[in-house]
């Protein structure tokens, strides 16, 4: 669960999946290559948000799958839309291309600043980050974590037999420790020498908050 949701955001959730059936029970049978865009996206969108009513969303986007997916698209057709209401993102994607990319894949690339102005700042990604950076990676862990962690990765015998060998500084500061933040000198000294890519620490790290 990358959020905390509130029994609010459950409810919006429902609506908006409420929503998205709506809008594909309209799509459905159409092939032009619009529609078929646009149904890709919904159910991109109804994926995401059925992830997040099973506490169960992965990353900053899920949650606001569908904003973004109304960043995309617009509320209603654009011709429709009040000139008060256009926003330039609507147009920034081209719906008639083969193969379309995620809505992910578009918050991260063309419309990145507009989705970045809707997320960062959210009450929800302001309370993430006090606890996790912006990837979702915990800041702190404790070593009780740490070591049940590295335990069911196969990797705590590995480092106790190392800090045998360590310098007497290194020993203490692992025998004393109590927590663990990411860029701690003791776990950057662990995966320099074990050689652990810095994706797999994180999530080493997102493990370890589990327990």
Request: proline share 2%; hydrophobic share 35%; with cysteine.
């Amino acid at each position: 669960m990358f959020y905390n949701l509130s029994q609010e955001d459950f409810l919006k959730l429902e609506e908006s999946i409420a929503k998205i059936i709506k809008k594909l029970e309209v799509l459905q049978g159409l092939e032009d290559i619009k529609s078929i865009n646009k149904a890709k996206h919904l159910n991109e969108c109804k994926e995401s948000l059925n992830q997040c009513l099973e506490k169960k969303d992965k990353d900053k986007y899920d949650f606001f799958i569908y904003e973004i997916y109304n960043l995309t698209w617009g509320t209603k057709p654009f011709d429709e839309i009040d000139e008060s209401e256009k926003i330039s993102a609507n147009l920034k994607v081209d719906k008639y291309q083969e193969n379309i990319p995620s809505l992910k894949e578009i918050a991260q690339s063309v419309l990145k600043e507009e989705v970045d102005d809707l997320i960062n700042n959210h009450p929800l990604m302001l309370e993430k980050l006090k606890d996790y950076d912006e990837f979702g990676v915990p800041r702190k862990i404790s070593i009780r974590q740490a070591k049940l962690a590295l335990l069911e990765v196969g990797l705590l015998e590995n480092i106790e037999i190392m800090m045998q060998s360590a310098d007497k500084a290194t020993q203490i500061s692992w025998e004393y420790a109590t927590e663990f933040e990411r860029q701690n000198e003791l776990i950057l000294f662990f995966q320099q020498q074990t050689k652990l890519s810095d994706e797999f620490v994180d999530e080493l790290f997102k493990k370890a908050k589990e327990y």
